[in-house]
């Protein structure tokens, strides 16, 4: 038996016991305290976690994390519906809980190509913007929400997936009103609205060599320019199979040699058939639902909850490797029933990809986990 997964008599067991969010137990594995060490770790919460509406997961990220993301309470579509209208209700209420439980909050995000409403790119008559009216737009929008929390997040997720799959510049509306400098000015606006900010260019499947030297040349482009940016995220919808710890590795050493701070922003697993072949987490990419895609509407087989522990386990022990390059890993989400992936690429579906179950539970995965970061075995 790998000595890293337990056993599969002390997983039932801790399922059995009620070892959730709500319990108090002098001995209960903590996250934050295994990793203490290593880098900040933590999840990425929706409204309902700071609003008092799921009082579970709020205890759980309590005593789990150290840091905050929101999931979707930051992006354009929610905090700036309206071309004159700003709701930091829901924002507020996160940077507040955070700074409640002494807990570092990330900004997410500013500048991407989805949940950006369509009148963003277009004048008062439906037509596309000029370039000089769209970056006077995202510059009021960048400087009214940066520097509404200044000095209360630590970091923003500044520019979001701006590359395609072969490492060029996506074809999103901002590159083809503004132009490829658009990624340059709405770093420049950040740190204009906050300069102790840390600033970070953020996206998925970057472990992939052809994405990954996009990426590099753009970090590259920005420092050689004098723009201020401090780290690189690395989503991390990961799969089963992919990537290998080689490929994280790789990437994590890769961007930490341009001097960049390191973080995987994104965490989780998916463990059910994928019908698009896809690697990383494009909304665009969609798949009807069919009962064979959706094969675990209850529990996890024991050998499948063996397989994700296991899987968590190899990436814990590269992350926890690189840890003087690794400043942050954070899961996206707190638990199962409210990831993003039970409607991502198929809507509809019963997906398990975080370390805590339903009901709240530590997973296996959960205390594979731990055991990297406290090296017990």
């Known amino acids: 038996m790998n000595p890293w997964i337990p056993s599969a008599a002390f997983s039932v067991a801790v399922m059995i016991s009620g070892f959730g969010p709500q319990t108090e137990k ?50 354009w579509a929610l905090i700036h519906p309206e071309p004159a209208r700003y709701d930091f209700d829901a924002s507020d209420r996160l940077v507040a809980f955070g700074r409640k439980n002494t807990m570092v909050v990330i900004g997410h995000t500013l500048v991407w190509h989805n949940q950006t409403p369509g009148w963003v790119f277009e004048d008062g008559n439906g037509k596309p913007l000029d370039r000089e009216t769209l970056l006077e737009r995202m510059r009021d929008h960048i400087h009214t929400i940066v520097g509404r929390y200044k000095g209360t997040v630590q970091g923003w997720d500044v520019v979001n997936e701006a590359l395609d799959e072969d490492g ?64 690189v995220g690395l989503q991390g919808h990961y799969k089963m199979d992919w990537p290998s710890p080689m490929q994280v590795q790789t990437t994590i050493e890769a961007f930490a040699g341009l001097g960049m701070k390191v973080m995987i922003t994104e965490l989780d697993m998916d463990v059910l058939p994928d019908p698009t072949g896809h690697q990383g987490a494009d ?58 992936l039970n409607n991502w690429p198929v809507r509809g579906r019963t997906n398990h990809p975080l370390l805590f179950d339903r009901n709240y539970r530590p997973k296996p995965a959960f205390l594979a986990v731990i055991k990297t970061g406290t090296r017990e075995k």
């Open 168 to 231: 060029s510049l996506r074809q999103a509306p901002w590159m083809k009103i503004i132009g490829e400098d658009y990624i340059a000015r709405a770093f420049q606006f950040a740190h204009e609205a906050d300069p102790e900010a840390e600033l970070y260019y953020n996206d998925f499947s970057l472990e992939n060599e052809p994405k990954r030297n996009g990426a590099l040349a753009l970090v590259r482009k920005l420092q050689s320019q004098k723009i201020r940016i401090t780290g």
């Open 283 to 340: 909304l665009s990419i969609r798949a009807e639902r069919r009962e064979e895609l959706d094969p675990y509407t209850g529990e996890l087989p024991d050998s499948l909850q063996f397989a994700l522990a296991e899987r968590y386990a190899e990436l814990f022990r590269v992350f926890v490797g690189q840890s003087d390059k690794l400043s942050r890993v954070t899961f996206w989400g707190v638990y199962d029933k409210t990831s993003w």
């Open 26 to 75: 002098a001995d209960q594995p903590i996250l934050k305290d295994a990793f203490g060490t290593h880098f900040l770790i933590g999840g990425a919460l929706n409204d309902d976690v700071v609003a008092g509406k799921d009082p579970d997961a709020a205890l759980l990220v309590q005593n789990q994390f150290n840091t905050i993301t929101p999931e979707n309470v930051m992006k």
